[in-house]
């Protein structure tokens, strides 16, 4: 777990060092770099909420659920708001990102995350539809266990 956290951060650390060191110059119709820094930001923070998590269970067990809604709520909440707005300004009539050489690797950058966003999307809108179906299968299962009481 700490290991791939600190994964995470490092890509952020990457993704802001190719953002500063090409997308500083990129005037290309959409706020390419502001978006690719806060996306950074918004990566970064994830992974660092649950490095934050290892003294909170240290400390006292019992915050641990709450803390992990607040964060996943607050850190995806924000990162899935960022990508849809990154969406919408991807593909604005003013976006010429790709034309231009100064901004052609941040646009495959930007294009590339908001792929993998798409993937990410897809997932929690999986979740979402099919966790109470799980849950209603689940809890109207039969208690076949020795001893236990079948319903029928």
């Known amino acids: 777990m700490i ?4 994964i995470d951060i490092a890509i952020a650390i990457m993704l802001i060092a ?6 500083l110059h990129a005037d290309c119709g959409i706020p ?3 978006w690719l820094m806060v996306y950074s930001g918004i990566f970064a923070s994830r992974s660092v909420f649950a490095l934050l998590k290892i003294p909170l269970i240290r400390r ?19 990162f899935l708001s960022w990508l849809i707005y990154g969406n919408v300004i991807f593909y604005e009539k003013a976006n010429n990102c790709d034309s231009l050489p100064d901004s052609e690797l941040v646009y495959k950058v930007m294009f590339a995350l908001i792929i993998v966003g798409y993937i990410q999307m897809f997932w929690y809108g999986i979740l979402i539809f099919c966790l109470p179906c799980i849950i209603f299968a689940l809890r109207n299962q039969p208690d076949n266990r020795p001893g236990g009481v079948l319903e029928g």
Do not use: H
Request: proline fraction near 0%; hydrophobic fraction near 50%.
């Open 18 to 23: 190719i953002v500063l060191s090409y997308g």
């Open 3 to 6: 290991s791939s956290n600190l």
């Open 60 to 78: 006292n067990v019992s915050w641990i659920t709450t803390y992990s809604l607040i964060t996943f709520i607050i850190t995806d909440g924000a």
């Open 32 to 34: 390419i770099f502001l």
